[in-house]
């Protein structure tokens, strides 16, 4: 089964240092990976996507993940947090649902804070 | 491009009414649209998967007669919450898949905060 894991629930950071919040895929096949953001009482917002290629994405907002094969990761990164970065973040992996439709599978969610 | 409307985005209701949220792609065509649930601090939980013109597929737990899902058109899917009571009471977010195969890319709407008193 397709899963990713978020293994911190919480990442504190001071404004203007680099963040990295976590996660770690199992997936069978090429994976297909999503990074998702929320902002408190929001609906979800997408941030980036690996399907193939470089290994490092680029996003909205500034952020980026590297893709790593051999750890099976795909860390979301920022080089230089902002306050207004403070929210939840979801890393993603698609799960075949049977009938052609695919459903995404989330991650528990990592609670960035950054302090001013 | 790409955006996911739901109304109302707030509601509280009285135990034993019946709540409708609507969910609607407001610039593409969806062939699928996805309801989910959220608790404070937690993941989303995904409900259930519309596809236009045919019945939704709960997950396990979800009971169905309970979260009535009607997807009448490509750009258009409902969730009634019937006979609310207080443990209903949650965050729900619909997402919605562009017809065309995007690698599973989905579009959230801004989420539904139902208070059931």
């Known amino acids: 089964a397709q899963s990713v894991a978020q293994p911190e629930d919480q990442v504190n950071v001071a404004e203007g240092n680099p963040l990295t919040v976590k996660c770690t895929y199992s997936v069978s096949g090429n994976p297909y990976l999503f990074w998702y953001v929320q902002y408190p009482n929001r609906g979800l917002q997408f941030l980036l996507k690996?399907?193939?290629?470089?290994?490092l994405v680029k996003g909205s907002y500034g952020f980026e993940a590297e893709f790593n094969k051999s750890q099976t990761s795909f860390h979301l990164k920022k080089p230089s947090a902002l306050v207004s970065d403070s929210a939840l973040y979801f890393c993603?992996?698609?799960?075949?649902?049977?009938?052609?439709?695919?459903?995404?599978?989330f991650g528990k969610g990592t609670k960035l804070s950054v302090i001013p | 491009g790409a955006v996911v409307s739901q109304h109302p985005s707030w509601v509280i209701c009285k135990s034993g009414t019946s709540v409708k949220i609507e969910c609607r792609s407001l610039d593409f065509q969806a062939t699928t649209m996805f309801w989910y649930r959220q608790f404070p601090k937690q993941s989303l939980m995904l409900m259930a998967t519309?596809?236009?013109?045919?019945?939704?597929?709960?997950e396990q737990g979800v009971e169905k007669d309970k979260f009535l899902i009607n997807h009448a058109s490509l750009t258009l899917s409902t969730l009634t919450v019937t006979s609310a009571h207080p443990e209903d009471s949650s965050f729900y977010i619909c997402s919605a898949r562009p017809k065309r195969e995007d690698y599973n890319e989905q579009f959230f709407g801004p989420g539904t905060r139902l208070t059931v008193l």
């Open positions: 519309s596809n236009e013109g045919s019945k939704a597929t709960y």
């Open positions: 993603a992996v698609p799960a075949y649902s049977g009938a052609g439709s695919y459903q995404l599978t």
């Open positions: 690996y399907i193939t290629g470089d290994n």
